[in-house]
């Protein structure tokens, strides 16, 4: 099985990442101090595990978040410092729209979790099998909650859906934490895009949503 929990390499916290994911402000983001969303060779990114660590701590980052498709085993095989929030970005579906959902601080022991995880490699890497993902947005928050995490909707501006605001009302009927709002939308998220940043803000602020934010990244440098 691609999943190989190894239970004694991961460290336990008792950190509570939703109150601490409050404390970032948007000059943490843009400023580069604080980046929550990037990908490592684990997944599709071209980066080591642990190299993109070493980058973060020797250009002074507060935190960073690495969060694979669909996988965890980058946290799983390496030793993680204090600075490093455990996530993971999920594929998955709400009505007919096809989403991404970033999970903060789950608890891989928890067995609700492990079921979203993916089975082979090839789920963490290839768009064309992670867009028929059998994944629901309603049962995975409820997963994530489960395992102790929050809920983040990624990029919401590439979001395919008519109204952004009823989408993501709806998703936060659903346990929905927060919005993906300090985001550059550079590379294909630059051309597929159907909202503004400044409307996602503004959804976030109306609903009472987390703003998080992170670049994306996929190359080797951060």
Not at 97 to 120: P, R, S
Not at 131 to 142: D, E, G, Q, V, Y
Not at 172 to 192: A, F, M, N, Q
């Amino acid at each position: 099985m691609y999943n190989n929990f190894i239970t004694n390499k991961i460290k336990k916290t008792t950190m509570n990442y939703k109150d601490l994911i409050k404390t970032f402000t948007a000059q943490d983001y843009e400023e580069n101090r604080v980046n929550l969303h990037i990908h490592t060779d684990y997944s599709d990114g071209k980066a080591d595990f642990n190299d993109i660590v070493d980058q973060a701590r020797e250009k002074g980052y507060k935190y960073i978040a690495i969060a694979d498709h669909n996988t965890m085993n980058g946290y799983v095989d390496n030793r993680i410092p204090d600075n490093v929030i455990p996530a993971v970005e999920f594929d998955c579906w709400h009505g007919y729209v096809f989403l991404h959902m970033l999970a903060y601080g789950v608890d891989l022991d928890n067995e609700q979790i492990k079921k979203y995880f993916a089975k082979t490699k090839k789920e963490t890497e290839l768009d064309i099998i992670r867009f028929f993902t059998s994944r629901r947005a309603p049962a995975l928050i409820k997963a994530i909650h489960d395992a102790g995490g929050i809920a983040v909707l990624a990029h919401p501006a590439c979001c395919w859906c008519i109204s952004l605001d009823r989408f993501i009302k709806d998703l936060k009927k659903h346990g929905l934490d927060g919005v993906e709002v300090y985001y550059p939308y550079e590379r294909h998220r630059g051309i597929i895009k159907f909202h503004s940043r400044d409307t996602v803000g503004k959804i976030a602020d109306k609903y009472g949503l987390i703003k998080t934010g992170g670049t994306d990244l996929h190359e080797k440098h951060l």
